[in-house]
């Protein structure tokens, strides 16, 4: 064998032995990556369970790279990338994200078990995308004989947000109790205002009222709310009755539109109520009144159906006499105190300043993803 035979057999050993020394350490490198990311995924798991977002995406964010991870386990930490990005609202991070998956798996599919279906639906509508612009590339390239005609620098167009089934169906207050107020034209020697607290000094029992709501959350963040009030104010019955305070139960139906601010029923969210109401009870000179109401509160999710909520609810009425019987000035007598009348003007008005309760949805609302997580 020559000199040169001999000098390219041993470049062939050499270079054959790195690639495979080259080869064995990546893979070691690899097998170490995919140990070190399943705790740190699991941690990211974890960390989206207790509603941590951010975090769970900065965790996750460290086990993408599939050249030192295994495939799934690259897969594993975009799909938790993509739930915690739709929580935030980041959908442009979700999307790419859900673009990586289908680059490494183009099969891939959402688990209809374990997945939520705003999840689910967000991975089909990304593939749908994906193929539409992969066979608008193809068509392009058959076209347009010159790359330089296109624009340089095409921008991607986010995906559309995914409707929240989840967030959309039934949802029920079953009770509701709370501290009520009246605010009107009586006690004649006061004057009134929601937050005067009188009731708790003088009248006919301790100030409280009930509540109960049956309502539908549309899939965006409107609501349409059917409500009753029922409560005892205990200065509202002076001028009615037989002209004791005992007559101080007045009881509200209330048709309302709510309006959340975030998520309704996946996490805790503020929203706002306004609408109408007929408020009746009494005996009497007392009649139904009627008025707008408005109110706000927040939702405060326990699991996957059940939320604890905090409120207020402010209901006023016309005319003027009808739920306490009394018009002042007019009613005031010659001889008596001079009437102060309230804030409120011509209305009266029954009030829940503040109360609590338990709210439960139907169809999987409240934390409906994380516990499928």
């Known amino acids: 064998m020559s000199t040169l035979g001999r000098g390219g057999l041993l470049l062939i050993v050499v270079v054959g032995g790195w690639a495979s020394l080259g080869a064995a350490i990546t893979t070691v490198h690899a097998q170490q990556a995919t140990a070190s990311c399943t705790d740190t995924l699991t941690a990211a798991e974890e960390t989206y369970r207790n509603r941590n977002y951010q975090e769970a995406v900065d965790l996750a964010s460290e ?33 790419s994200s859900i673009t990586s998956i289908l680059q490494i798996d183009s099969d891939y599919t959402a688990d209809p078990v374990d997945d939520p279906p705003a999840y689910d639906l967000f991975v089909s509508m990304v593939r749908q995308d994906v193929t539409a612009d992969d066979s608008e590339d193809t068509v392009a390239s058959e076209e347009v004989p010159s790359p330089e005609d296109e624009p340089s620098d095409a921008s991607t167009t986010p995906a559309r ?68 009030q029922a409560g005892n104010y205990p200065i509202i019955g002076y001028s009615t009755g037989n002209n004791d305070i005992s007559d101080s139960w007045r009881y509200t139906p209330q048709l309302l539109v709510r309006y959340t601010f975030g998520n309704p029923g996946r996490s805790v969210a503020v929203y706002l109520d306004a609408g109408g109401n007929v408020t009746f009870g009494g005996e009497g000179i007392a009649r139904p009144g009627f008025g707008p109401s408005v109110g706000g509160g927040v939702d405060i999710p326990l699991g996957d159906a059940w939320s604890f909520f905090v409120e207020s609810r402010f209901n006023l009425t016309l005319p003027d006499d009808a739920i306490d019987g009394t018009v002042y000035p007019d009613d005031a007598l010659e001889d008596g105190p001079t009437p102060h009348g309230s804030i409120t003007g011509p209305f009266d008005s029954v009030n829940q300043l503040l109360g609590i309760g338990l709210r439960v949805r139907f169809g999987g609302a409240a934390g409906g993803a994380a516990a499928q997580e």
Do not use: M, W
Not at 68 to 89: M, W, Y
């Open 63 to 95: 086990c993408t790279d599939a050249e030192t991870v295994a495939d799934s386990t690259a897969i594993r930490a975009h799909r938790i990338i993509t739930l915690a990005s739709l929580r935030q609202g980041a959908l442009v991070q979700a999307r």
């Open 161 to 228: 947000p995914p409707p929240d089934r989840a967030g959309g169906g039934l949802f029920l207050k079953l009770i509701g109790v709370g501290l009520s107020d009246y605010t009107g034209d009586l006690p004649i020697q006061n004057a009134g205002h929601p937050f005067d607290l009188q009731e708790l000094r003088t009248g006919s029992g301790s100030p409280y009222v009930f509540s109960f709501e049956l309502g539908y959350q549309f899939p965006t963040n409107l609501a349409l709310v059917l409500g009753f």
